[in-house]
């Protein structure tokens, strides 16, 4: 209500913006933009704080669709792909060029290379009350946070003595994204598992459990919770590799010399065939039978805060078949004493491709309109007890929860949240009726460079 006062009035003065209360609300505030409505809304909550109208991109320059953060803002920047072009009060949302900003042109239709343009007054207004991490949703069709109370949604947790974390789990080093940065991994499960075993190293010391004081002072958490990738079947291997006596380099996903190198080690001991892809059923195969080790489950929690990666564990995603959906959590009214919270959840719209399906296994769609999608797809995630506990003591308000299909996009790295991309079901209909259709093919007489696409800036 006093954001909303403040908004309305336009006295958002240095003093008033230093309040407490005010201050503290910036965490929860999240932007909704609608590009069929070409609109922005602000919500606290369920609350609509401000409101105003937009310029989305236009075609070919189409404003992409998702969850995003803001990263960066600067009163005052220029484009960088767009002759310099001036963008007041940007606010940035991904590092490949889209931002909100202020603009002398905001038609009631797309108009912009990519950004998401507002009028002077309001750009200078909303760039007052954010910050940076605050959530922007851009859908097509207008989405509204609605309240919801589930059981697996992460609850405070009331600050125990200070203390070794997990002090019978090994910690295990990763990174995520494109981090170089070292990040632990407890994970208190039976050491069958590859993706939680990983001797603590010198780089890793163990975790202490935060004071409450620590945990409400902290920035957010930003947790992911999707389905298991490429990366996270190296990772895997790559430790398994290690425990057999391979040197990978590393367990950090990525397809390095050394782990090329290790894995084709691996082949010539076990007779596997060399061709192919690097990582294929069989080798997986046999590498886990070798080293006498279950598979992990189809389902992984990533945890990040202040725009970098924190942990992850593996978890269980019943009825793995059935596409989760594009959901987005936000918590707010944190009270840790008590061990209460209030959660907000939006169903963004998502279409998966044939190919994404097939690769993950999904079969059966979900309904983004059903009523309850959100909680149907909370329902089926099983956490383990130690993940849960170190994220309900370090949760504050302003954390968020995201659940996707797809994984880590290439949006999310270094400096980021987790930047999740979506597309419009019928826009995917399209272009795979498209890729169906045998077209004929000219044949080239020079040879041309292919430019890359970029969004935005401006």
Known sequence: ???????????????????????????????????DKQSLVVYDGETVVTTSKVSTGKEGHSTPSGIFSILEKQKYHESNLYSNAPMPWMQRLTWSGVALHESNSVPNYPASH????????????????TERGAHVIITDAPVVPQLIENANLFLPRKPLPTGPLLSDVELRTSSIGNSSKPVEVAMN?????????????????????????????????????????????????QILLQQLGFDTGGGDGSAGPM???????FKRWKNLSPKGALVTPEFLASLYETAGKPRPPMGQIMVRQ??????????VIKD?????????????KVERQEETAEWHSITVPNG???????RLGITVADNPYAPGAAAQALSRIEIPADIRDRIETLISNGSSLTINDQGIGPDTGDGTDFITI??????????????????????????TDAKPRAYGLY
């Open 259 to 265: 782990t090329r190198s290790a894995i084709a080690g």
């Open 352 to 358: 998966l491709s044939a190919a994404v399906k097939q």
């Open 306 to 315: 202040n725009f970098q990666p924190q942990f992850e564990a593996p978890i």
């Open 189 to 237: 499960v039976a050491p069958n598992n590859p993706s939680i075993i990983h001797p603590a190293t010198d780089a890793s010391p163990p975790a202490t459990k935060p004071a409450a004081s620590s945990a409400e002072d902290a920035a957010p958490l930003r947790i992911l919770i999707t389905r298991r990738g490429d990366r996270e079947t190296l990772m895997d291997a």
């Open 422 to 447: 979506t597309q419009p079901a019928q826009r995917v209909a399209e272009a795979q009726m498209q890729s169906s259709i045998t077209k004929p093919q000219p044949v080239s007489q020079r040879r």
């Open 1 to 35: 209500m006093l954001r909303r006062l403040v908004f309305g009035l336009g006295l958002l003065s240095a003093t008033m913006l230093s309040h407490a209360a005010f201050a503290e609300g910036a965490r929860t505030l999240q932007i909704i933009v609608s590009k």
């Open 114 to 129: 990519g950004c998401v343009r507002m009028p002077g007054a309001f750009a200078k207004s909303l760039y007052q009350i």
């Open 320 to 332: 793995p078949e059935i596409a989760l959906g594009t959901h987005f959590f936000s918590v707010d």
